[in-house]
């Protein structure tokens, strides 16, 4: 059974500002150095100053990230740039967006869910993870004492129960990308008694947010150590829950798009001509001009594309992730010919997961010995396939094997519950300081 929860929503407050639009940002894994400035000088209360802080050459343990987050955040709840919400609600998020000469919008609501291990089934994963990102949030969320960004997960209710017509109290805005958000809370008490029927009476899957979903529930044990409360029932604290994104799989809205993969530079002893080579042992050529010209419409550049040559099982790539373009790829380019793995060859500056095929032309453009592979996205049944066996096959997809567009903004609402009761937290160790937070 999942558990999610109405919360009294940490918002920002309209009448302190002179837009919503200012203080929101992407999530933070995906603002570049660029746009984390132009966000800064936007206004001084955007929210990237919580999720993704500037470093300085003078940061220690007391004057980081964290600890400035950490301030910033009090400093706009005590001002009032931040406000609590008197009532426990879920929050209906509406995203609307141009596609191909129509409208499409992607309907759903953010509650806090309950974290707890893969094991039990109630939570699927579809991905692994890294340390490195879990233990920068980790500090982020031991440090502040809140969840500043949702997770998204996807539920199944082909019924379609849940109304996400906005509410009166609904707040529009429109990102840089044309993007509509829709966002009001949901207080009504059937309304709110509805989606917890719907949704505890299944498992839910994750869609994007792994790394801080493992992170809440770090969070979660280190927390109850911090507080005396171990022996406490399970969901009995705030800080058993993670903020959530929900949306229904059967949404007319939901889009899941490729990640494609470029080389950008090659592996010892590999070029783009031997890399192509080692693809015939497995694809053959395909000529279809109009495909090619649609893919790359990229004239002054060698084009080719390819087919696999076998459909018949192939060794090492799993029978539940057959379904999937990058499984392939992985296993018999990458692995066989290359004998390193996709995240291998990231992490050594080879190789580069793009969304954006307007970045992936410009560097072909700009760089002749750039090879792409372009993938087909996996529908969304083939996610929940993989998910709903991953507790028994211990099988997750290969990483970056799924965009689900759009983004979730940050910003729109937080999840507070303060720092432990020993103190506030230093912000990158496991020790707490009793200094109160700085203005």
Known sequence: MVHVQPFQGLRYNPAQLSSLADVVAPPYDVISPEQQQALYDKSPYNVVRLILGQTTDKDSDTNSVYTRARDFLEAWRSSGVLAQDETPAFYGYNQSWPDGGKTVTRTGFIGRLQVEPFETGQVLPHEWT????????????????????????????????????????????????????????????????????????????????????????????????????????????????????????????????????????????????????????????????????????TPRQPKQGFRLKDHAPIDGVHEVLRQLDVAYLDQLLFVEELGQSANDLKAAGHLAFIRDEAEVHRLLISNPDTVVFWVHAPDVQAVKDICSKSKDTGIRMPQKSTYFYPKLLSGLVFSYFGPPKTGLVNATSTTTVTAAANS
Request: charged share 20%.
């Open 130 to 297: 890294l340390g490195g990102p879990k233990a920068d949030r980790l500090a982020l969320m031991k440090t502040t004492g809140a969840i500043l960004s949702p997770i998204f997960c996807l539920y199944d209710d082909p019924a379609k129960q849940i109304d996400y017509t906005p509410g009166p109290n609904a707040v529009n805005l429109t990102d840089a990308e044309g993007t509509k958000h829709t966002f009001w809370p949901i207080t009504d008490p059937g309304q709110v008694a509805l989606i917890q029927q719907v949704l505890e009476s299944q498992s839910v899957l994750i869609a994007d947010g792994h790394h801080r979903y493992e992170t809440a529930l770090a969070h979660s044990q280190w927390r109850r150590e911090q507080d005396g409360t171990t022996e406490t029932a399970a969901g009995s604290n705030p800080y058993d829950y993670t903020l959530s994104f929900f949306t229904n799989m059967a949404d007319e809205g939901l889009r899941v798009y490729p990640t494609h993969r470029v080389f950008k530079s090659h592996p010892d002893g590999w070029h783009a001509g031997k890399l192509v080579n080692a693809f015939h042992k497995h694809f053959e050529p395909e000529d279809d001009p109009d495909q090619v010209l649609l893919w790359l419409q």
